[in-house]
């Protein structure tokens, strides 16, 4: 089994910066695709942006130069920083894993863009 635990969300002004983060724990697991989804209310989840277990990255038209998607293969980590923030960023984002094991959720965590 592979557990994800998420941190980082909060409220931001518009313009402002968070970073978000996801660790997973387990065992005799191998990550492929790190992502962050997000789910706005009354709107389906979406893809904000992935990134491969070689580094290759790929973002959502809508948070392309302001988003950024990084990980960390040693502690098994996959953040997202986020600037610029918009109020139509607000969302829960939810890290997703694809591994040897299958895939994975985190539990979410909330973004709100608001003044």
């Known amino acids: 089994q592979v557990q994800l635990v998420e941190s980082g969300g909060g409220l931001v002004q518009p313009g402002g910066s968070l970073r978000l983060s996801c660790a997973a724990s387990?065992?005799?697991?191998?990550?492929?695709?790190m992502a962050w989804y997000r789910q706005a209310p009354e709107k389906q989840r979406e893809l904000v942006a992935r990134?491969?277990?070689?580094?290759?990255?790929a973002y959502a038209d809508s948070v392309k130069g302001r988003f950024t998607i990084s990980r960390d293969n040693a502690k098994d980590a996959v953040f997202l920083q986020m600037n610029s923030l918009k109020v139509e960023d607000t969302a829960v984002y939810y890290c997703n894993l694809d591994t040897s094991r299958g895939m994975y959720w985190g539990q979410g965590t909330q973004v709100t863009v608001s003044s």
């Open positions: 387990g065992s005799d697991f191998t990550i492929f695709v």
């Open positions: 990134i491969t277990h070689i580094g290759s990255t």
